[in-house]
């Protein structure tokens, strides 16, 4: 996974800083200009931003997570199609060639595909602003970088995903053993984004609460989810997720995820998976209708959760997250992972836990959202820990 630019404020990549300034000045728009939305409902793109031309009637949280999944396509920054801290301006040119691209979207969607999103920025451009149109000699087949492909004939049949985690859940203790623990506290480093490895710890609190902090030089950036809500804050900046970003937290801090994950989703798919470092994996796949699916690979042999991807919608396609588990090792009478790396397109970090306390008492208030005195402008937060 590469690592993107290193000598930005260490956990935030320029993409992340754009979405912070959107969210500042969006947030500062809509309190000026905009009539208040009705409770609970989110105001719409054109409401909240002041040159949507192809996204009208899209929810006004939608718009990031687009931006994103535009950036991820292209493989390029905000600023690519961005004027500086001037998002409405339509000065350059790429920002008007996507709103072609994103018609034509649509367009060969509805025509060829019965409307559904078959086809996004990312079938054509693969992470790249021009797209190829010669096949590449020697290159590696786009299949080998899927992840999701698997030899078409497998020898041995293979087992039911409920085989699948049910042997996860007894590879790592049992649900008597897990059960048994109710609180962890995790201490070690963070490293990525080109810097230096800072501190990091975690707080988590059965059932689902989930409190982590990263010490940078004194400034500290937390992710925080408190059963229901969760929320960011750097700095200077706090704010609370939004609907795709709770959903994902509230996954991150399901304590006994390996003996919940079965009611978690009504359906679950089981593929061969590819190889991971070596070694054999199943996919399990979750699914819950309307919403985008879980995909857990399991070492086949040790049963242990390897890797995690899960999506977040947007309007033109769904942005990954990769969680990559590792050096699984005793704690009490259960299995933790004691490292983990979480990828999104064009940026990863790693956390490698060094010291544990389990049982230790953690009060609720810690994972509250509790804004600081200071002037709490929206902010994006770079990373979910
Ligand atoms: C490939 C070009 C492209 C890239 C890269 C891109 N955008 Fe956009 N962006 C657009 C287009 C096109 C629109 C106008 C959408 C419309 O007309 O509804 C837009 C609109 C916006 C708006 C609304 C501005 C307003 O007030 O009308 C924001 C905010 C925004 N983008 C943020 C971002 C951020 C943050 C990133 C980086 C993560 C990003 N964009 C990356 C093409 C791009
Ligand atoms: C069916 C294939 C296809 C899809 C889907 C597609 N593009 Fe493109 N796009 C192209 C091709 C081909 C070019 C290059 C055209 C050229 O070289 O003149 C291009 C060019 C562009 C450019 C101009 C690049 C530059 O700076 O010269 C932008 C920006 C762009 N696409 C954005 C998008 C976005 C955003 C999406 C999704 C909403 C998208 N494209 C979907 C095929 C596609």
Same mark, same amino acid.
């Given at each position: 996974?590469?690592?993107?630019?290193?000598?930005?404020?260490?956990?935030?990549?320029?993409?992340?800083?754009?979405?912070?300034?959107?969210?500042?000045?969006?947030?500062?728009?809509?309190?000026?200009?905009?009539?208040?939305?009705?409770?609970?409902?989110?105001?719409?793109?054109?409401?909240?931003?002041?040159? /949507?031309?192809?996204?009208?009637?899209?929810?006004?949280?939608?718009?990031?997570?687009?931006?994103?999944?535009?950036?991820?396509?292209?493989?390029?920054?905000?600023?690519?199609?961005?004027?500086?801290?001037?998002?409405?301006?339509? *000065?350059?040119?790429?920002?008007?060639?996507?709103?072609?691209?994103?018609?034509?979207?649509?367009?060969?969607?509805?025509?060829?595909?019965?409307?559904?999103?078959?086809?996004?920025?990312? $079938?054509?451009?693969?992470?790249?602003?021009?797209?190829?149109?010669?096949?590449?000699?020697?290159?590696?087949?786009?299949?080998?970088?899927?992840?999701?492909?698997?030899?078409?004939?497998?020898?041995?049949?293979?087992?039911?995903? $409920?085989?699948?985690?049910?042997?996860?859940?007894?590879?790592? +203790?049992?649900?008597?053993?897990?059960?048994?623990?109710?609180?962890?506290?995790?201490?070690?480093?963070?490293?990525?984004?080109?810097?230096?490895?800072?501190?990091?710890?975690?707080?988590?609190?059965?059932?689902?609460?989930? &409190?982590?902090?990263?010490?940078?030089?004194?400034?500290?950036?937390?992710?925080?989810?408190?059963?229901?809500?969760?929320?960011?804050?750097?700095?200077?900046?706090?704010?609370?997720?939004?609907?795709?970003?709770?959903?994902?937290?509230? /996954?991150?801090?399901?304590?006994?995820?390996?003996?919940?994950?079965?009611?978690?989703?009504?359906?679950?798919?089981?593929?061969? +998976?590819?190889?991971?470092?070596?070694?054999?994996?199943?996919?399990?796949? +979750?699914?819950?209708?309307?919403?985008?699916?879980?995909?857990?690979?399991?070492?086949?042999?040790?049963?242990?959760?390897?890797?995690?991807?899960?999506?977040?919608? $947007?309007?033109?396609?769904?942005?990954?997250?990769?969680?990559?588990?590792?050096?699984?090792? *005793?704690?009490? *009478?259960?299995? /933790?992972?004691?490292?983990?790396?979480?990828?999104?397109?064009?940026?990863? &970090?790693?956390?490698?836990?060094?010291?544990?306390?389990?049982?230790?008492?953690?009060?609720?208030?810690?994972?509250?959202?509790?804004?600081?005195?200071?002037?709490?402008?929206?902010?994006?937060?770079?990373?979910?820990?």
């Amino acid at each position: 996974m590469k690592v993107v630019r290193p000598k930005i404020w260490i956990v935030l990549s320029l993409a992340s800083l754009c979405v912070l300034m959107v969210l500042a000045r969006a947030r500062a728009q809509s309190a000026s200009q905009t009539p208040a939305p009705a409770a609970g409902s989110v105001p719409l793109a054109e409401q909240q931003f002041k040159n /949507i031309q192809s996204f009208k009637g899209v929810p006004a949280d939608q718009i990031v997570p687009a931006m994103q999944f535009i950036s991820a396509s292209l493989g390029v920054e905000c600023e690519y199609c961005h004027v500086h801290g001037a998002f409405e301006k339509d *000065d350059k040119k790429p920002k008007v060639a996507a709103r072609k691209m994103i018609a034509m979207m649509a367009a060969i969607n509805k025509q060829n595909f019965d409307g559904e999103r078959e086809v996004t920025c990312y $079938s054509c451009h693969r992470g790249a602003s021009n797209p190829v149109a010669t096949p590449i000699i020697g290159g590696e087949s786009a299949n080998a970088h899927d992840g999701e492909e698997h030899p078409d004939k497998e020898k041995a049949p293979l087992p039911s995903a $409920s085989e699948v985690l049910d042997k996860y859940l007894a590879t790592v +203790g049992g649900a008597d053993a897990l059960h048994k623990v109710t609180s962890r506290v995790e201490q070690g480093t963070l490293t990525g984004f080109g810097g230096q490895p800072v501190p990091i710890e975690v707080y988590a609190k059965a059932p689902d609460k989930r &409190f982590s902090v990263t010490h940078l030089k004194g400034n500290d950036s937390i992710t925080a989810f408190d059963g229901l809500q969760g929320w960011l804050s750097v700095p200077g900046r706090v704010r609370k997720m939004n609907r795709s970003e709770n959903d994902a937290a509230r /996954i991150d801090a399901d304590f006994y995820f390996p003996s919940h994950v079965k009611t978690l989703y009504q359906k679950f798919d089981l593929e061969a +998976g590819p190889k991971l470092d070596g070694r054999e994996t199943f996919l399990v796949i +979750g699914r819950n209708e309307g919403q985008p699916p879980l995909h857990l690979y399991f070492d086949r042999q040790s049963g242990f959760l390897l890797r995690l991807v899960r999506f977040a919608e $947007s309007p033109l396609g769904r942005n990954p997250t990769q969680l990559d588990y590792a050096d699984y090792r *005793d704690a009490g *009478d259960i299995k /933790i992972p004691y490292r983990w790396t979480l990828s999104r397109p064009g940026t990863s &970090f790693t956390i490698q836990v060094e010291h544990i306390e389990q049982n230790v008492p953690i009060d609720d208030g810690k994972f509250k959202f509790n804004p600081p005195p200071a002037p709490a402008n929206g902010g994006e937060h770079p990373s979910a820990h």
